[in-house]
Structures are given as C-alpha cells and as structure tokens.
C-alpha cells in the first residue's frame, strides 16, 4: 500500500525535517483527508503528543472516525491505545513505550497485546545513525532495528520502520536498510524516511513493504494522481507492476 501521512502539531498539519525543524504547513486536517482520499490507508501522528508537549486529540479523533488509519504519536499507555482505536483508528502505533532502560519494554507489550490484540499494534522501529531511537527522536538507544525485529514479533501485527537519517530531506531512503528488515522478519513492515521517487515505492512493493509518504507528497515531488494510479495497480485484482 501507499498511505499517505498527516502529522499534526499546534492543531496543523506540518512536515519536519528529521522531526526536528518545521519545514512546512499543510491545509486543514480534514482538507488533507479529502485530499488523499484514493488511498485505502492514511496514517496519523499526534506529534505534540510524541514529544510530550501538547495534544491534537481532538482532531485526531475526528479524523479516526472519518477513515481507516493508523494512529501513533504518544501512545505510552494502554488507556491511550484504547481510546485511539475506541474513536476509529484501525491499528496504532507504539514507539517509545516499546523500549525502557535501553531494552524492550517486554512486560507492557504483553499487557499492550491482551488487552487490544497484537493484530492492532504497529510497533515503530524508527532508526538514525544505525540505532533506534525514542521520546520523539530526541533519545538514542543502543538497540538496533535489525536485532530487535524478530523478537517483537509477538507483540504486534507489523512494524512502521522509518529511516530517520533521511526522513523530510527528499534525499530518498536506504533500501538497503529495507532489504535487511524484509529478511529478518515475515511480519507487515511499513517504511518511512526520505521516500522521494516512484522507483522507490516500486522496489519497496516489491519486497513487500509498504510506503508511507509525507513530504514528498506535500512538497509536490510525488504526484498524487500519479501515485493513487500506483496503488490502484498494485490493489488487489490490479495489475502488479514490477
């Protein structure tokens, strides 16, 4: 699948580089819903939510009820992944709670799966400098992607692996980190980080991993029509493009 993103801050939708530095604004949340409305996915981050500085509930809520999303941004509890899947988010994300005193988090995980089901966790691996890192991408772990995959494959249904060293640069992502994740794991992997041409998302699909896009799509780089064609192609019943 291609699922678009709407990350949200101070109530907008935003682009960061590298979730730091704010690159731009997007139209109204509920405009940029409609917008990528050809896609049978969107995902939604809570960014205040990550970094612990605010909320955008409301308006994630809203959007939850509107369509099929992933919602992720500050899900450190279990009240808060329910209360995100109880407003219509199909699956959420779990990223920093996944990982305590630079280890797996392993006894939330399990208490995270009996209450919701593993089949409605996404975990984050998300990577820069070849670690994993945490509490908005401000704190390095000594864990890497590739070690840990595997063994948080009970815990969830797939994994939102985003390549942090490029993400919001347009620079294009490390496929290569991709490929390593798709042989160390059989589990959904969805990646993120620098996805800035259609070759891409072509090699991508073809090892069975999905892209999820922001500021390409935001900046024009990638052609929403275009890439509604790509994954209509790629739908099943579609023509499988190789």
């Given at each position: 699948m291609i699922i678009p993103c709407i990350d949200l801050m101070d109530g907008k939708v935003v682009q960061l580089v590298q979730g730091r530095e704010k690159a731009l604004e997007g139209e109204a949340p509920e405009v940029m819903l409609r917008r990528f409305a050809a896609f049978p996915v969107i995902q939604i981050i809570d960014l205040d939510q990550a970094l612990g500085r605010g909320s955008n509930l409301a308006a994630v809520r809203r959007l939850a009820a509107a369509a099929r999303t992933r919602v992720g941004g500050g899900v450190r509890s279990i009240e808060r992944a329910r209360g995100l899947l109880d407003a219509g988010a199909e699956k959420v994300i779990v990223g920093t709670a996944a990982y305590k005193d630079g280890a797996l988090n392993e006894p939330f995980l399990r208490r995270l799966k009996q209450e919701i089901g593993s089949e409605r966790i996404l975990l984050a691996l998300d990577s820069k400098g070849g670690r994993i890192v945490?509490?908005?991408w401000r704190e390095s772990t000594d864990l890497t992607a590739e070690r840990v995959v595997s063994r948080l494959e009970p815990y969830c249904g797939g994994f939102l692996c985003t390549?942090?060293?490029?993400?919001g640069m347009l620079a294009?992502?490390?496929l290569d980190w991709y490929r390593r994740l798709r042989q160390a794991t059989d589990h959904e992997i969805t990646a993120a980080g620098g996805i800035a041409a259609i070759e891409e998302i072509r090699v991508l699909q073809r090892l069975g991993i999905h892209a999820a896009l922001g500021m390409a799509v935001y900046t024009g780089?990638?052609?929403?029509?275009?890439l509604a064609a790509l994954q209509a192609e790629n739908a099943p019943g579609g023509t499988e493009m190789s």
């Open positions: 945490i509490e908005g390549y942090v060293d490029k993400e294009g992502t490390d780089r990638l052609s929403l029509a275009e």
